[in-house]
């Protein structure tokens, strides 16, 4: 594995509530990136980060944010969760040549 | 919009036979990668390929190029039922992220 955990690893919230989760990195990789994976749809990039503090938005960043105030953490926020954030949550890290290593992943069920 | 789509959606093989999916783009790359991802499990690499590459080899697997066409495609010799899983392409256009397909999901029989 590379070195990147995700937590938690299940999860199951009510509409309406905040959900943060985390991705933490081993690596001292700079780029680090959330994704969902729903079915027929394959990987969604959400958002991602290229550094402490710098940020970019991905095909799918609505109703998402994050925070990177650590090379080895990128939280992924649901300000106020819904239904259709119902999905599995990956993040990823990526070394310079562009490969990247994904985490576990983390199922969120919102009801 | 996905740039990168694979063909097929699904394949069953029985093992010992090769498993071929395709995957086609729209717009130039600088690379291209071919991920797989077992059932529950995150997506692992399996091999890159650059835009000036043609053919790239990894063990049983054999990728090729062809940036004419805009298509790559992911060869699988002497499969065997570990082999099991979806298989991802994902493009890269120089931008820091990937494009990810929808994927191809391959059963090998025993």
């Known amino acids: 594995d590379a070195g990147i955990t995700q937590s938690p690893r299940h999860k199951v919230t009510e509409t309406g509530t905040p959900v943060t989760l985390r991705c933490h990195q081993t690596?001292?990789?700079?780029?680090m990136y959330w994704y969902r994976q729903d079915p027929g749809h394959g990987l969604r990039l959400i958002h991602y980060?290229?550094?402490?503090?710098?940020?970019d938005k991905g095909e799918v960043s609505d109703g998402y944010s994050v925070s990177r105030s650590k090379t080895e953490d990128f939280l992924l926020t649901l300000e106020s969760a819904t239904s259709s954030q119902t999905s599995v949550y990956f993040c990823a890290i990526s070394d310079p040549s562009y490969e990247q290593y994904f985490g576990p992943g983390t199922r969120l069920t919102v009801t | 919009s996905q740039q990168g789509e694979e063909d097929p959606q699904a394949l069953s093989i029985q093992e010992g036979e090769n498993a071929t999916m395709n995957c086609s783009y729209k717009t130039s790359i600088n690379n291209l990668q071919w991920y797989r991802q077992n059932s529950g499990r995150g997506l692992v690499h399996l091999i890159l390929?650059?835009?000036?590459?043609r053919e790239k080899h990894s063990g049983r697997l054999r990728v090729t190029l062809d940036t004419s066409k805009k298509s790559s495609s992911l060869l699988i010799t002497a499969s065997r039922a570990a082999d099991t899983a979806s298989y991802f392409c994902?493009?890269?256009?120089?931008?820091?992220?990937?494009?990810f397909g929808t994927g191809t999901r391959l059963q090998v029989f025993p």
């Open positions: 980060s290229y550094g402490v503090k710098d940020t």
């Open positions: 690596e001292n990789h700079r780029y």
């Open positions: 390929i650059r835009s000036n590459e």
């Open positions: 994902a493009t890269d256009h120089n931008t820091d992220k990937l494009i």
